[in-house]
């Protein structure tokens, strides 16, 4: 009744669903419902990102317009996730803050443990949400159709990547575009740092895809040798491995077992001669000093690395290259390195800083605009700086 009788509902998704096999069963229950529905990092594969349904994904460095939508809810069935800080930001008390939570988790631990739960429910997603689905519920659509609107509107205005204003390459941009040649049944593999947030940002997921990534302890170099794995796993697929300059090194030695097995492993390696999420945490909160992430940090010219190692290389440095390198790159299965030159003090946004909530992010929007955009009244202290 409480789903069926919300006016605002959001399904919130986390890296469960996959676990508990719940792709189709969450897929039956949107198309009977058709409640927006935002991921976490580590859901993201878990709907497609084509369905209408779709609202992108939430926390510190969440589509702008997710974020919106899980803080302007008046009902959350959070299926899956933890309430990580990363997704609620540092004061999970400020996060959606007008909503009633249901929380489906098979580990007790995680439920009421962060974001308190007006029902937390302890069970397998899939086992849930085929119950769920075998109740003969009748969910009625008109009295939503505002807020369906109300989302439309969001993604519109604070789209997940813009068209690059000058030949530099964009990585939303590029993500965007990347999307567009990845085969369907193609395993994803993202490393760890920006290059890994602007992926989830403005990747374009099928349900056929597969998104693999590190969260938690977040393990720089790993989708290298995550790569493999899959690789094995699935061998007649194509696999992506999207990686940075930093996290490349730390496992780079991986190239030879790629290359000893012929693997068809995709290499996109975006390169901005530091490490740019450290560099930017220090340019945001510790005065541009740049020590060990610029200053004392230097990378080999990876295509003598690579072409060393008997993989084929290939290097983007302008928006207008990358489409047609892309259609070189997936035309055949050999193993391959396209390397992509990315501006140094490129930023990851929009990004949420510390003690905010999850609907204001940088770069932050005056206290009108915010306004505009909530069902609910904005946070408190943020109501000393209003316009």
Not at 238 to 252: E, H, K, P
Not at 331 to 336: A, E, F, H, R
Not at 351 to 356: A, D, F, G, H
Request: overall charge positive.
């Amino acid at each position: 009744e409480s789903i069926a009788s919300a006016f605002r509902p959001v399904v919130f998704i986390g890296a469960g669903v996959r676990l508990s096999k719940a792709c189709d069963e969450l897929s039956e229950f949107i198309r009977k419902t058709r409640i927006p529905v935002v991921t976490s990092l580590m859901g993201l594969d878990a709907f497609p990102h084509n369905n209408n349904s779709f609202a992108g994904m939430i926390g510190t460095y969440g589509n702008r317009y997710a974020n919106l939508t899980v803080a302007n809810a008046d009902l959350i069935l959070a299926l899956g996730v933890r309430f990580d800080t990363r997704q609620t930001g540092t004061k999970p008390e400020t996060f959606a803050r007008g909503a009633k939570i249901i929380h489906v988790d098979i580990d007790p631990s995680e439920l009421n443990n962060k974001v308190r739960a007006d029902l937390p429910i302890k069970s397998d997603v899939k086992k849930f949400l085929t119950a769920l689905n075998n109740f003969k519920i009748n969910y009625p659509q008109k009295h939503r159709e505002p807020w369906r609107e109300k989302i439309r509107l969001y993604k519109q205005r604070y789209p997940s990547y813009k068209p690059s204003m000058d030949d530099a390459i964009n990585p939303n941009f590029f993500m965007h575009e990347l999307s567009m040649f990845i085969p369907e049944d193609a395993v994803i593999c993202v490393d760890v740092g920006q290059h890994q947030m602007w992926a989830a940002q403005s990747l374009e997921l099928k349900a056929t895809h597969r998104f693999l990534t590190q969260g938690g302890m977040g393990a720089m170099g790993s989708a290298l040798s995550m790569s493999i794995g899959a690789s094995f796993a699935k061998p007649k697929r194509i696999i992506v491995v999207i990686t940075g300059d930093g996290g490349f090194q730390l496992n780079i030695q991986e190239l030879q077992t790629i290359h000893h097995y012929q693997l068809p492993i995709k290499i996109i390696l975006l390169n901005n001669g530091c490490y740019g999420m450290v560099r930017q945490f220090q340019e945001q909160y510790f005065h541009c000093r740049f020590q060990s992430t610029v200053i004392g940090y230097s990378c080999p010219n990876f295509q003598e690395v690579v072409s060393a190692y008997k993989i084929s290389v290939m290097r983007a440095t302008f928006t207008k290259e990358c489409a047609g390198l892309f259609q070189k790159l997936f035309d055949n299965s050999k193993p391959t390195l396209l390397e992509v030159s990315i501006k140094q003090d490129t930023q990851v946004l929009p990004k949420l800083s510390v003690n905010k909530p999850v609907e204001d992010q940088d770069p932050p929007m005056s206290r009108g605009e915010l306004k505009s955009n909530m069902f609910i009244d904005i946070f408190q202290e943020d109501k000393k700086n209003e316009d």
